[in-house]
Every structure is written in structure tokens, then in C-alpha cells.
């Protein structure tokens, strides 16, 4: 087995590894709310709320959640963008002894129906906007309890009203449903939730650091969403590898003073997730982000108060970067700007660095590893284009087709290994997603230097990742494939200066009539923005192996090719 040859240039106050703990999140939990209690803990639309004020919430929700009699470790839903609602139901539904499947709230009706099937969900708690999502299909679920909650409802009496009101009747960001209590299900209101919790008893449940705490889905080759099995021991472990590599940063601030990370990227991905959790550890206070895409509102809360911690996709630094009141921000207490989820492209890094005077540094890690993985060290001054290197208590290497573990500077598959890297998948078959001694394959073509850095080249599948979001070839042509004019297609990624990649798909017409925008409103019903087509292109026959294997390389080369001289 390959040397830790990266430990020996860990930054200074970084330990070599990580010792496994026999912690699940219930003691982490109540340590952090014991630790820093009348701390600021989330603050979201100018409201905050302290570490006990959460404590408590969690504590109402959790008991309300016991009420329901559900079997322990019963799987409950979250489909919420970043709202202050969030994070007290995470640790509610964990603390009740039940396990969280955290729901993209952009999903379409056939996404979610998927999740909540596959994962069995017994009940969810879901933002009013998307109740209309959830109706469409829930009579095609086990889900028995339906929470819905308002945007305003932990912005207190006043603002929460102003807030709900403007969302209802002047963005018009509320369809009508009509989920009502019924013979199958339950329909509650958030805020009756917590009046009934608060008048029950709580019991906290024996919890093993092997017990599932999170069932997150990731893209799948088969065109649906795979289950990724998360134990408690994986996330605290993750939660301890960053605040072991977070050292440098925290040295860097002074003890007086709370950090202040910026969540804007969404926490039902898992690079958001753990950030969150490690703020949690940490005491850190967490300014939540609604909506990234609102730049305007995003700057005006980035000058409401100082802020430490900035991690984000390459997309949401290029747009702040764009917008003309970029120049009023204050980065005078910035520590660390941290890229994960896709690739920061080295135009958008200079320019942060002649802007901010701070480096984006680049980490690397998978829904499998809980978002840790690799991260360049955060004493770096410059980006380099890497991915970095291992985080304590990480193993990795690079190997062939054959499994065999190759030299310093050879090109092969990315393998990783470690307590915070998931031990299976759910529901199928885990067979070829491991090397024989344990290794997660991550897929990812790589190399690693001689320091121990790790450069990532190409993906060994197709997936293509659009703003930090995976997307599988697969999904998007079954869905295309089921238009009646369409004969058949394929699909791949293209380069994309703004989201790293963007989707193209080549069709070959059933009839002749056949339009793009015929094909744009088909992909509207059952695919999330992300994962349509930016670029359509009817072809009269797609290449072809000597087998009938549809070639996508020769497709993809033709694309960027197509793409390049269009730019020229």
C-alpha cells in the first residue's frame, strides 16, 4: 500500500489522523447546545435565533415526532431551501430516533415520488411553495404525515407575515393545493407542530454510532437516483476531519469572537450539510441564504454583518463578482473562500483574488465521503488547480482497470477510504462500486503528485455536473425518449463557462415535425432545471459501436468541437 506521503506536508496545527469516536449526533447535539447556549446560531431574512432557542424548537419537534408512534429509524423528509426552519428539524427528526432523507425542493413531481418510494418515507416536512409538487403524487406513497410550513413562519409575527404575504400575492411563488387530511394521510401546520410539542414529553432514544442517521440520493446510471446510506459515525467523523483541516483559520480568529459562516449554497447537498453540522460542532453562527439567485439581497446580507467562512460553487462567485454593488461588500474579516461541488475555473479565481485579495481554494468530495475528501491547505495563498490533498484520517489512491494501485504522476481512478466514506448503498446491488479491499471507487479520473496533491481530469462515466449538481445521461434520455416524436437521442455535457458544464442533447426525429421548443416544454413536466438541455440538436443518426453501443465520446467531441467554433 501507497505511503501517506501527503501528512508530511500537512500545514502547521493539523493533525496526521482522526481517531474514531463512539459519539452519535444525539451527544454531539447536546453538547453544542449545552457548550453555546446563548450564542447567535442561524440567522436567515434578518432573523436569528441562539443555540437554546434551537435546543428547544428541536427538542418540541423531536417530541411531536414520537407522538406519531413511528417505528425507530423510520425515514422523514425535508424538502425546504435554506429557511430557519431547517436546521431545527434536522436535529428534531434525529434527536425523535428517526432518520432524515433531505429532498431537492426543485425536484419535479416524478423526482419526489421516486425518493419517497425508495427510501419508504413514513412523513415530510415541506415548504408551502412546493405543496402542489407533493400533491401530484403522494397517493403514490407510504407518507402518512404531512408538515407544511410558510416561508415567514420562524420570522416572527409581523415580518413572517409581511414575508408570506409577498411571497403569496407579489412574486406568486405559492401555487393553490389542495393536501388535506384524509384517509391516507395527515396534513399538519408547522407552527401547530411546535404549540403541541412543546407540551409533550420527550424521550431520548438509545442511539448507536452505526444506526442510519441520513438517506441522501445521488444521480444513478440506471436514470434514477440512488440512495446513499449515511450512519451517524460517518457524519461525525466527516464534522471532526474538517475541523482538524479547519485549524489554520480558526488560529486565525480571535477567541472572543464567533465566526460567522455564509450558507448559500443549499443544505440538501451534502457539501452545504456538513458544512452546517461543522458549524454546529464548532459554535460558529450561520447567515442562511434562500435564495443565491437574488444577488441583489444576497449582497445586502453579506454587508449586514462580518463574515468568516464563504464556501460556494464557481457559478455564485462569478455572479457576485458581476453585479455592480460587488465593490460595497466588506471582505476585510474574510478567512477562507472554499470551492466544492464543481470546479473553480482559474479566470473566476484570479479575478476573486484581485477583487477580495483572498485565494479560492479548491476541496473535493462526494455525497459517498460526506463532502470530505481532499482540500487544498487552507494556509495556501493562490489557487493551483488541484483538488489539494487528503483530509486527515483519509486514504487515497490511484489505481487501474485491474484494481492495481499505481506510482506518483500515473492517470487512474480516484479511490477512497476512510470512516466518513459510506459502507453501502440502498436498495442495490453494491457490487463493482468497491475494490476488493474496501476502496470506494469514486469514478473520477486523477493523478497524484509527489506532495500528495490530486488533479482530477475527466470523469471515467458520462455524469455531467452542472453548477455543482450531478446530472446522468441516462435520466434525461429516458425522459426525452418518451416523447412520442422523438426516435431516439443521447445525451452530454458541454463545456460551460458559467456552470462548468451545461446539458446537450442530440435527437434523431420519429416525425418530421418535431421542434426544439416542442422538446424544452416536454423536459419542463419531469425534469429539474438543471438537468435540461441548454443545447438541442436533431441529427440524423447517432454513431454507433459495432455492437449498437451509442458512442458519446464521439458526440461530446463533436459538441465542444461545434461549440468552439461557434465561439470563434
Known amino acids: 500500500m501507497m505511503k501517506k506521503i501527503w501528512i508530511d506536508h500537512y500545514p502547521k496545527g493539523v493533525v496526521s489522523d482522526i481517531s474514531a469516536t463512539n459519539q452519535s449526533l444525539l451527544e454531539l447535539f447536546e453538547c453544542s447546545f449545552a457548550k453555546f447556549s446563548q450564542q447567535e446560531f442561524i440567522t436567515n431574512m434578518g432573523v436569528t435565533y441562539t443555540y437554546a432557542q434551537v435546543d428547544e424548537t428541536s427538542k418540541a419537534i423531536a417530541a411531536w415526532i414520537q407522538g406519531l408512534n413511528l417505528e425507530k429509524g423510520s425515514v422523514i423528509a425535508i424538502m425546504m431551501p435554506n429557511v430557519n426552519q431547517y436546521l431545527p428539524i434536522v436535529i428534531g427528526v434525529l434527536r425523535a430516533g428517526m432518520v432524515i432523507t433531505l429532498v431537492n425542493p ?82 399538519q401546520s408547522y407552527k401547530s407542530v411546535l404549540k403541541k410539542g412543546r407540551n409533550m414529553s420527550y424521550t431520548r432514544p438509545d442511539a ?129 473562500s472554499l470551492a466544492g461541488g464543481m470546479a473553480a475555473t482559474p479566470e473566476t479565481a484570479k479575478k476573486w483574488l484581485d477583487s477580495t485579495g483572498h485565494p479560492i481554494l479548491e476541496g473535493w468530495g462526494m455525497s459517498e465521503t460526506i463532502g470530505v475528501g481532499t482540500a487544498n491547505p487552507f494556509t495556501n495563498k493562490a489557487f493551483n488547480g488541484s483538488i489539494g490533498m487528503p483530509l486527515p484520517g483519509v486514504d487515497i489512491n490511484i489505481r487501474d482497470e485491474d484494481e492495481t494501485v ?46 500528495g496533491y490530486v488533479k482530477i481530469y475527466d470523469r471515467k462515466k458520462d455524469m455531467i455536473i452542472v453548477s455543482g449538481f450531478n446530472v446522468y445521461p441516462n435520466e434525461v434520455e429516458n425522459v426525452i425518449e418518451r416523447h412520442p416524436k422523438v426516435a431516439e437521442c443521447s445525451v452530454v455535457g458541454i463545456d460551460d463557462e458559467l456552470q462548468g458544464q451545461s446539458v446537450k442533447v442530440f435527437i434523431v426525429k420519429a416525425d418530421a415535425s418535431l421542434t426544439k421548443d416542442e422538446i424544452m416544454q416536454f423536459c419542463k413536466e419531469d425534469l429539474t432545471g438543471y438537468k435540461r438541455p441548454r443545447q438541442i440538436e436533431f441529427i440524423d443518426e447517432l454513431p454507433k459501436s459495432t455492437v449498437g453501443k451509442i458512442l458519446r465520446h464521439e458526440l461530446r467531441k463533436s459538441a465542444n468541437k461545434t461549440k468552439s467554433a461557434n465561439k470563434a
Request: with cysteine; hydrophobic share 40%; charged share 20%.
Open 208 to 336: 448507536d454510532t452505526k444506526d442510519v442517521a441520513l438517506l441522501t440520493y445521488t444521480g444513478g446510471t440506471t436514470g434514477k437516483a440512488k440512495g446513499i446510506i449515511v450512519s451517524h459515525h460517518n457524519i461525525e467523523i466527516a464534522t471532526s476531519q474538517f475541523e482538524a483541516w479547519f485549524q489554520p483559520v480558526y488560529a486565525d480568529v480571535d477567541d472572543d469572537k464567533q465566526m460567522n459562516t455564509i450558507v448559500a449554497l443549499p443544505l440538501y447537498h451534502i457539501f452545504a450539510f456538513v458544512v452546517a453540522m461543522l458549524g454546529f460542532r464548532v459554535g460558529q453562527h450561520l447567515t442562511l441564504i434562500t435564495n443565491p439567485r437574488d444577488i441583489d439581497g444576497f449582497i445586502k446580507t453579506l454587508n449586514s454583518r462580518p463574515f468568516h467562512l464563504l464556501p460556494a460553487v464557481n457559478t455564485l462567485y462569478q455572479a457576485l463578482m458581476a453585479h455592480p454593488q460587488f465593490k460595497t461588500i466588506d471582505f476585510s474579516e474574510l478567512k477562507l
Open 106 to 187: 426543485l425536484y419535479t413531481a416524478r423526482e419526489l415520488r421516486h425518493q419517497l418510494n425508495d427510501s419508504d418515507c413514513k412523513a415530510i416536512f415541506i415548504l408551502t411553495p412546493f405543496c402542489l409538487t407533493l400533491e401530484k403524487i403522494v397517493h403514490d406513497t407510504g407518507v402518512k404525515t404531512i408538515i407544511y410550513s410558510d416561508i415567514g413562519d420562524m420570522l416572527g409575527t409581523v415580518k413572517g407575515k409581511i414575508v408570506d404575504l409577498a411571497a403569496k400575492y407579489i412574486k406568486k411563488a405559492v401555487p393553490p393545493h389542495s393536501l388535506k387530511s384524509n384517509a391516507q394521510y395527515q396534513v
Open 406 to 451: 499505481l506510482e506518483v504522476g500515473e492517470v487512474g481512478e480516484i479511490c477512497i477510504k476512510g470512516d466518513n466514506v459510506i459502507a453501502s448503498y440502498h436498495n442495490i446491488d453494491n457490487t463493482g462500486f468497491f475494490t476488493a479491499d474496501g476502496y470506494l471507487k469514486t469514478g473520477d479520473i486523477g493523478s497524484m503528485d509527489e506532495k
